[in-house]
Nanobody, 117 residues
Framework: QVQRVESGGGLVQPGGSLRLSCVASGGIFSIYAMGWYRQAPGKEREVVATIFSTGAADYAHSVKGRFTISRDNAKNTVYLEMNNLKPEDTAVYYC???????????WGQGTQVTVSS
């Protein structure tokens, strides 16, 4: 079964930057569209960035121009570069296929991002 491990979260001030990483194991990583999702307290989990097997990317309106998703298929890793962070970006961030579980893998533990002064 595919497993995912997210890392790179932390506490950052508004306007700051973070780079998240997600390493997947146990599947054929390169063929799937991969996404970064986030879930804030009391809110539904939402996808914020998607990268397709072609390398093309798509972003939620709320993060477009600030976040950049990338992937390294040789390392089974997907990244999320987050710049100009805002308090409303505070959430637990997860990676998964798009749609979720398409590779039969489950959610990882996520990585907490907190944007606060």
């Amino acid at each position: 079964q595919v497993q995912r491990v997210e890392s790179g979260g932390g506490l950052v001030q508004p306007g700051g930057s973070l780079r998240l990483s997600c390493v997947a194991s146990g599947g054929i990583f390169s063929i799937y569209a991969m996404g970064w999702y986030r879930q804030a307290p009391g809110k539904e989990r939402e996808v914020v960035a998607t990268i397709f097997s072609t390398g093309a990317a798509d972003y939620a309106h709320s993060v477009k121009g600030r976040f950049t998703i990338s992937r390294d298929n040789a390392k089974n890793t997907v990244y999320l570069e987050m710049n100009n962070l805002k308090p409303e970006d505070t959430a637990v961030y997860y990676c998964n296929t798009v749609p979720p579980g398409f590779d039969s893998g489950s959610w990882g533990q996520g990585t907490q991002v907190t944007v606060s002064s």
